[in-house]
């Protein structure tokens, strides 16, 4: 199993959208999803509506926004996956937010909050330790909810994969006294070993630095940019292919292209 993101899964999840995604069942892998949806109009939606009205009978009438619950169920009987899934709900819909449509000028556009047990973030090998796995799975908890939150617990998976890869915690600061050594010297240690995932995972951090410092909340795209680098870097630590890859080509380089010999009855 190689390592990915579905990036378009979280872009269309965090909405607004009038037709759910089609979610492959993490599950059983075989099937979508069937999505069984309740909305409701929230009281400040409620409250607003009848201030207007009650100002000015004669106005346009306010469009109403709320909040939705249901399931998400894999429809195989084998499998029977289920998930819960909340969000918000209003009548602005699409990638630029257009309200309503010719058609139907009340269609509902969806945002998905939270979905429980969350959804695989990102597909890994066995060759990824348990513990970083943890800390990915966590991050795929709030990053509909919280980018920020999400992208400073990728920054704490960024240290775990420098431990796993024995990078030192400590060093020795101007005056002597051991010192632990920030998340960047880090990586820029661990770029001796493998400068290409280094590059990658500076990216990352940067963007975890701004999650977790930044009064307001990073873009959800910047927050899938980071997700996306540390995928990256990932790959070239841990993916078994860009190894596999990596010594095909070396062996083609010294063969001069030359095809292998195969042994007779072989």
């Not at 990915?4 to 089609?22: H, I, Q, T, V």
């Not at 009205?53 to 009438?61: F, K, Y």
């Not at 996956?81 to 509902?108: A, T």
């Not at 348990?130 to 999400?150: G, R, Y």
Request: aromatic share 8%; glycine share 6%.
């Amino acid at each position: 199993m190689g390592i990915s993101f579905d990036r378009a899964k979280f872009e269309k999840l965090a909405g607004p959208f009038n037709e759910w995604p089609r979610l492959l069942c993490p599950q059983c892998e075989e099937i979508t999803l069937e999505p069984r949806i309740e909305k409701f109009e929230s009281f400040a939606s409620l409250e607003l509506r009848e201030t207007a009205a009650s100002t000015d009978p004669d106005a346009e009438e306010t469009d109403p926004f709320g909040f939705f619950y249901g399931e998400l169920q894999c429809p195989r009987l084998p499998c029977g996956n289920r998930h819960i899934v909340v969000g918000e709900w209003s009548l602005e819909w699409g990638p630029v937010s257009i309200k309503g449509s010719e058609d139907d000028p009340y269609l509902v556009g969806y945002s998905v909050r939270h979905i429980l047990p969350e959804l695989p973030l990102i597909g890994s090998p066995q060759e990824v330790p348990e513990d970083l796995k943890a800390l990915i799975s966590s991050a795929s908890k709030v990053l509909l909810s919280d980018p920020n939150a999400a992208a400073n617990r990728i920054r704490s998976a960024i240290e775990c994969l420098l431990s796993h890869k024995r990078v030192k915690k400590f060093g020795v600061d101007r005056r002597g006294r051991r010192a632990r050594l920030s998340t960047h010297q880090r990586i820029e240690l661990f770029k001796q070993v493998n400068e290409p995932a280094s590059v990658q995972l500076m990216a990352m951090k940067w963007i975890g630095n701004a999650g977790s410092h930044e009064a307001e909340a990073i873009p959800f795209d910047h927050a899938l940019n980071g997700i996306e680098h540390f995928v990256r870097a990932l790959e070239l630590v841990y993916d078994p292919r860009e190894r596999e890859l990596q010594r095909r080509a070396e062996k083609i380089i010294k063969a001069k292209g030359k095809a292998p010999k195969v042994a007779d009855g072989k």
